[in-house]
């Protein structure tokens, strides 16, 4: 019998622009370990769902991988499918500095860009 092999991110429509990968680098170069940058989306937030980021030095097995010139981006099974096409990019103005997240399921958003609704 043939093995099944667990789909990647790509196969859910995901990418991560240079900025974001570039960012994800940066903040790896600083840590003694390897590390990932860790996506989820969580309930909450002023519209529904939230987006929560994190540096994660584990994958576990069922999680998906998007890789871009030596970044990696972790990404749950469950969030996953609440992502299917969506884009990770790095913005920084004069406002701040943050990842952001074009998800293009999302029906409305809020002013943080970290909440979003699906409907």
């Known amino acids: 019998m043939a093995e099944i092999k667990p789909k990647s991110a790509r196969d859910y429509g995901l990418s991560m622009t240079e900025s974001a990968a570039a960012r994800i680098r940066a903040l790896a170069a600083d840590e003694q370990e390897p590390v990932s940058l860790r996506v989820q989306v969580m309930g909450g937030g002023c519209s529904g769902f939230q987006y929560g980021f994190s540096l994660d030095r584990t994958r576990d097995p069922a999680d998906m991988a998007l890789e871009r010139d030596g970044a990696r981006v972790l990404i749950d099974e469950m969030s996953v499918a609440l992502l299917q096409g969506s884009q990770i ?26 909440s979003f609704s699906i409907g």
């Open 89 to 114: 990019d790095w913005h920084e103005d004069v406002a701040g500095a943050m990842f952001v997240i074009t998800n293009p399921n999302a029906t409305a958003s809020c002013g943080c860009g970290t």
